[in-house]
T-cell receptor, first 110, second 116 residues
Framework: DAKTTQPPSMDCAEGRAANLPCNHS???????VYWYRQIHSQGPQYIIH???NNETNEMASLIITEDRKSSTLILPHATLRDTAVYYC???????????FGQGTRLTINP | NAGVMQNPRHLVRRRGQEARLRCSPM?????VYWYRQLPEEGLKFMVY????????ESGMPKERFSAEFPKEGPSILRIQQVVRGDSAAYFC??????????????FGEGSRLTVL
């Protein structure tokens, strides 16, 4: 699976959109981009995933560049409960396990 | 539909004792994964099992650690002769036989092992 690179930490004001970047310049055509988050001391939680098209669900939006070398997770109206470590993972189609990197520690400030 | 259940949530052992961590996957899930998270570090994959079979144990330490997922009952992660460095949170995840719509892994709340 391709390596992903994320900033170690970010801050965002409550109520604003949080934009979390991820670089995956070596991603191959059959690798999906997955996002998970881990709120302090809890188990990781799935957020969203995509291959080439932008995706949106009730939690977030995922914007993938046309060349697929990077992506951005957008939390449209961040709340204090969105404070967590966010992991961007490239995962080959059909692969079962997830390989976590260091993630981005997002802090939402009041 | 209950989520992934792990127990115990907290376990304290003295050096040299054995630790057994249990994981009951979500109903209908036949794949189980174990991850370890050392304090202030990321999640490290340990092992992936299907019923009665170990599929990928590339992240398991070579000694003292073992995992099983019997035909009946929960998956067990067993750590023999624990040392202080085994103190960590151990997370279990499960997934259905086919990856379904999202290919999502569903995680439990973890078991926190403290070795004195």
């Amino acid at each position: 699976d391709a390596k992903t690179t994320q900033p170690p930490s970010m801050d965002c004001a409550e109520g604003r959109a949080a934009n979390l970047p991820c670089n995956h310049s070596t991603i191959s055509g059959n690798e999906y981009v997955y996002w998970y988050r881990q709120i302090h001391s809890q188990g990781p939680q799935y957020i969203i995933h995509g291959l080439k098209n932008n995706e949106t669900n009730e939690m977030a939006s995922l914007i993938i560049t046309e060349d697929r070398k990077s992506s951005t997770l957008i939390l449209p109206h961040a709340t204090l409960r969105d404070t967590a470590v966010y992991y961007c993972i490239a995962r080959r189609e059909g692969a079962q396990k997830l390989v976590f990197g260091q993630g981005t520690r997002l802090t939402i400030n009041p | 539909n209950a989520g992934v259940m792990q127990n115990p949530r907290h376990l304290v052992r003295r050096r040299g004792q054995e630790a057994r961590l249990r994981c009951s996957p979500m109903k209908g899930h036949s794949h189980v994964y174990w991850y370890r998270q050392l304090p202030e570090e990321g999640l490290k994959f340990m092992v992936y099992l299907q019923k009665e079979n170990i599929i990928d144990e590339s992240g398991m330490p070579k000694e003292r650690f073992s995992a099983e997922f019997p035909k009946e009952g929960p998956s067990i992660l067993r750590i023999q002769q624990v040392v202080r460095g085994d103190s960590a949170a151990y997370f279990c995840a499960s997934s259905p036989e086919s990856q379904g719509a999202t290919g999502e892994l569903f995680f439990g709340e973890g078991s926190r092992l403290t070795v004195l």
